[in-house]
C-alpha cells in the first residue's frame, strides 16, 4: 500500500513537472511582462517575509523582460504618477496602515488601466482601515484555523490561461478564509474540514482570483505565507500567471470576469 501510494506520488510529481516544463516551452513567445514598467512595493508585517518574496518575483519579472522599480514606502504611491509611470503594481504589505492620499493614488491607478496583483496577506490583508482597498481587492483574509496546517488546492477553472494544464494540489501552510466579493472570477478553491473550527466543516472558500476595478484588473492568490510556499511548483505558476495576466491590463480588452453567485447577477 505504501510503495503503491509513493509511485503514485512520484508519478503525480513527474507528471506535474512536464506540464510545467510543457508551459515553459510555450511561453518562449515574448513574456506579456516585457517592456512592461512594474512599481513592486514591499512592508509590513515582516512574518510574511515580503523581503524574500521580493528576492523571488523581482528577479523573475525582469528576466521576463519587465522594468521594476522597487520600494518600501507607501509613498511610492503619491511620490510618482502611478498611471503615467506603470503598467503593474505588486504589492506586499501585510497590516499596516494606508493614508487616505496614498489609497486614493492607487485606487485612482487601478481605476484608470494599472493592472494590480499579490498574495496572502499583501494584497489580502493589508489595510484593515481602508474599505474602498478591500472593493477593490475583492476579498479580505478573517481566519486562518489551526495556522499552519495541512489542506489541498482545488483548480475549478480549467479554461482560464492563470490555471489551464494544472491539477489540485497540497500545500502545508496557511489556509485563509476569507470574505470574498460574490461576483469575482473565482480560479481555484479549498474546502475546510471541522477539525479546527468544527462549524466550517465543508466550507468552501476561494484561493484565486481575477477581476477589475475600474479597467484595471486585479490578480489575488491566498496562497504564500511565507517564500518557501512557493517552492511547491503550482502555487508558483498561478502567481506568475496572475502577474503576466494583470500585467496586460491596459493592452488587451477587458475580459468577462463576473461569476455571479447570486440569482438576478448579471455576468458582462
Ligand atoms: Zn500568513
Redesign the pocket.
Known amino acids: 500500500m505504501i510503495i503503491r501510494r509513493s509511485i503514485f506520488s512520484f508519478i503525480t510529481a513527474v507528471l506535474t513537472a512536464l506540464l510545467l516544463i510543457g508551459a515553459n516551452v510555450s511561453a518562449q513567445e515574448p513574456s506579456p511582462l516585457k517592456g512592461k514598467r512594474v512599481l513592486y512595493v514591499w512592508g509590513g508585517w515582516m512574518g510574511?517575509e515580503p523581503d524574500k518574496c521580493r528576492d523571488i518575483f523581482v528577479p523573475w519579472m525582469e528576466s521576463e523582460g519587465a522594468a521594476v522599480t522597487v520600494s518600501e514606502t507607501l509613498d511610492s504611491y503619491i511620490i510618482s504618477d502611478l498611471e503615467k509611470d506603470f503598467d503593474l503594481i505588486v504589492q506586499t504589505w501585510t497590516m499596516g496602515t494606508i493614508t487616505g492620499p496614498q489609497a486614493k493614488a492607487l485606487e485612482e491607478a487601478v481605476k484608470s488601466g494599472v493592472g494590480l496583483a499579490g498574495w496572502?496577506?499583501g494584497l489580502g490583508d493589508s489595510f484593515r482601515n481602508n474599505t474602498e482597498y478591500q472593493f477593490m481587492v475583492g476579498g479580505q483574509w478573517v481566519a486562518h484555523p489551526g495556522g499552519v496546517i495541512d489542506y489541498r488546492v482545488n483548480i475549478i477553472d480549467k479554461k482560464d490561461p492563470v490555471t489551464k494544464g494544472l491539477t489540485d494540489f497540497a500545500m502545508h501552510s496557511?489556509q485563509y478564509y476569507m470574505h470574498v466579493d460574490p461576483n469575482v472570477k473565482v480560479l481555484a478553491t479549498t474546502t475546510f474540514t471541522n477539525e479546527k473550527a468544527d462549524w466550517i466543516g465543508g466550507c468552501t472558500i476561494p484561493v484565486a482570483w481575477k477581476k477589475v476595478y475600474g479597467k484595471g484588473r486585479v490578480f489575488y492568490s491566498s496562497l504564500g505565507?511565507v517564500a518557501s510556499d512557493f517552492k511547491v511548483p503550482q502555487a508558483l505558476e498561478i502567481q506568475k500567471r496572475g502577474i503576466r495576466w494583470a500585467a496586460m491590463s491596459r493592452f488587451e480588452p477587458m475580459e468577462a470576469w463576473k461569476q455571479p453567485v447570486y440569482k438576478g447577477s448579471k455576468k458582462k
Open positions: 510574511h496572502h496577506g496557511e505565507h
